[in-house]
């Protein structure tokens, strides 16, 4: 490596393809290919995008539910160097609008099943929907002959909610895909027989990060349309798959009917991410003896960036684990390194951390100090050098895995002429760990009926952001300077519903 | 990764000691030491080290037989942002000194073994000799609390014989034994219960690689002293180890004592690599159904850079196999990138590529176009992207996995006031794969017979490197400007011994 420090490498699914043709890539429930046959796939795909004028560079949306398709609009980007901007299927319109102006992706690609929503979410913006289905029907091979890589090249924008309300696009380069993949390599092992279950969305980087080690392990991808738990069980219980990657809504799904059968001992690695995860939960899997790796890692670190073993699932309970390889945790308190098990503001350094924030450079210099990211949680390191995440990003609410952050629901409320003021707090919830829940006070005269202001949000938000209750009151708590209280919401939530928690 | 596009990453050693303290690192005949140890006795090797004054960047010379303690320096140079030069404990003191002080060593780490070889090889340099022994029993604990690498910087500086006999320091950085510890997992997998014979020289890639993977991964190390073919086959018998890396020489004496056992499905991976592997060494391991993984890699290329996986061993026979991940291969003829099968320079491009040869500009201008390495073999890719090697680099003496130039030991038989010119040519030999032999002309009425002639030898080179046969000729076969044409020294070789290969 003369010529420079950090040279190119090969195409990913190129090189691949080279290596192990014949080995199984992708599964679903109706197909089957080879890493041969997935590399012609993606390179026809490249073919159809390089003709609809997508070229090196370009931001280009995707719409598209977990389907052998959208993996391979995945790798075809690649293939073209241009940057996938994966859209959540269940935004809203409006939303979507919103991240396909702020990337300026001037393509979007869709499937049917999203056909209508991206026709509403293009309209007036100067965007082509481009269906996924046509993509590979009339165009040459793309040739990627010298197509080469370089880790620091953007390759995927995700969208994160913001604590502003703002939704933040973070940039991962090909270098944090490949170090987190690299890092979860080392993490977790890899044998021959290897085959991760893939039920979580392509469009969040859970699912996007199971793409990249399928092509860079080697590895067959068992690709699910949607989460399904007596599927998601039938085939784990056939040892169809060694690894699954989960939220602790869909576990709790899948334990709840597996009846007295434990799974089999082919499934090796059960890695449970999204927030927190109930303590009864843990303890049933503990009670069944289940690989399960907690995680704690987020889209800025490119998916899994701490990991409890197994092993230690009884004696460090509660805990995240230690970071892969390549990362380093620090924890901040008053300025300075926190001492063992002393909480602060949870810091992440090291190469599978993203880039930047798209466009929003006030946003990015916010999240580091340096080459360290402030992830906003709050936790503490204890004198194994074991993570306990103790207070998600300040008012993060996670619901069944999807990020909700108060303010953007907050912001549409109000929107409403008819609203004064709103306030969003997360409630625990049995099935989804939480649900945002709204108080509002109206102006005067003005009248909405609950189910009014419910379907007013569903018009503007993703269903997982509606509120599940909206509460009308006189007035909302707010501090001398007129701040929401939000803390305080809580309180009348409890007075209100005899709710305790 | 805010502020630079290749950030630092935390200590290996000591990353590997927090995130897996009680797994077993190392074990030799005498001793077991986990993670959390080997870090503890690095850390303290460093701390005599720095007391010695071995500052960071500095060249630090090794000269240590396989042992415990040689591990322990090479970590102890790492957490110190040295760059350890490790000596061949076979060279000559001659031969020590002039690498030495070519890269500028002013302390010479070595053991009791090696003690009266590194006193004569310092003598008259500016170079102290540390007794490995000492480091550990009064230093301090050295503090690395903020210790971090960049994976540009330089790791070790491995000498190779050179084609025009001068050594070349090849100078691999942190990233190029990064990048082959990861092309390799990606390449073998990893299990938990993986653990890595090393019975190759310490000294040499083969050996370090070994040092690296290891804290990595997080897998243990069987270190053996000296390679003992029948040590070796009982704890292989006993399924002690799951890794080997070998030599065909040694695979040979192994085998010559198996008997009718074979080895235990637990041994899943002997790496083959270090030159030519004689067809019939090949065809007794295809027998036996051995996990054999052919490779092809050279110092250059930081160990292992083309693997050929077991089940290809029948169909691809005699291949090299193809790139690992981070590597592509390029064949030229004629100035062009060659058609499939057909034979031309073997180029690699790619991320374990060293960096340059040490203060050697010519020679690393010549070794590289662009990011590509001329590796200087002959070989061509077959149409499935498979390499086969045909001719080592020219005039390259393979002997039992040691690289001998032939113009190196020219040069000390042109030494000789003797003898008026000397040419050096490769024959087969059973048990080193090849042997050196040498033909000399001497000067008009000088006279020295063959046993003088090896004795001069033996003064001043390697054992292995020293001819093991020396026959006097009136005069040495050239070509009309008087260029000695070694070619023709293989048919005088056959005519004079009456062998045929």
Redesign the interface.
Known sequence: ??????????QWLR??A??T?DRLAMETAHEELSFKQLYARARQAAGGLRDAGVCCGDHVASLQGNTLDCAVTVYALMLLGAVMVPLNTRLSPMELAGQINESSSRILISDRDNAATADQAVTGADCAIIDVAALTQTAALFDDHEAEIRL?DPCTVIFTSGTTGRPKGVVLTY??HWWNA?GS??NL????SDMWLCCVPLFHVSGLSILMKSI???MPVYLMKKFDPEQVNQLLMNGKATHISVVASMLRRMMAITGPNSYPSSLRCILLGGGPVPTALLQSCLDQQMPIYQTYGMSETASQAVTLPPEYMRKKSGSAG??L??L?IRIEADGRTAMPNEPGDILI???T????YLRNKEA?AAA?E??WFRSGDIGYLDE??FLFVLDRRKDLIISGGENVYPAEVESVLNGCEEIERAGVIGIPDQEWGRVPVAFVSLNEGAYLSEAELITTCKTQLAAYKVPKRIFVLDELPENASHKLLRRNLYAIYEKMTHEHY
């Open positions: 490596m003369s010529s420079d420090a950090y040279p190119s490498m090969p090189q691949r080279l290596l043709p620091t270098g944090n690299n390599l080392i092992g890899l044998q021959q860079i392990y080697g230690k970071p390889f390549p380093q350094k090291g190469l951390v993203f880039s930047h990015t580091f340096g080459d194994d050098g």
